[in-house]
């Protein structure tokens, strides 16, 4: 099961991601979701464990947790959604016509 992970502090890594829910079974990934510019945490993150039994119980015991005096919210991940086109649809298209020089 992959589980989403909110509000987390700025400071939680990785390791400390897969730390939280190891106690609830085997965990197969755990990722803090960075910025791709400043490489700084979003505050978000993803987990994926093999048993869904023990996930839905690491997801009911975790959810509301306070980790660094943030309540954090964990809940099953839905799937991506399908971006389209990149939200510029109302972008007014620009062209230069041959007949105007600078």
Known sequence: M??????LSFNV????????????GEVSSA?????KFTN???????VEMPDDEAARKAIA??????VEG???KVTEARPREERTG??????????????NRY
């Open 31 to 35: 990722k803090v979701i960075t910025d």
């Open 61 to 66: 015991e975790l959810d509301g947790g306070i």
């Open 2 to 7: 992959n589980i989403y992970v909110s509000n």
């Open 40 to 46: 700084k945490s979003r505050g978000f993150g993803f």
């Open 13 to 24: 890594t990785d390791e400390d991601l897969q730390d939280f829910f190891a106690d609830y």
């Open 86 to 99: 990149g939200g510029n649809n109302d972008r007014r298209s620009f062209s230069r016509s041959n007949n």
């Open 70 to 72: 943030r309540a954090i």
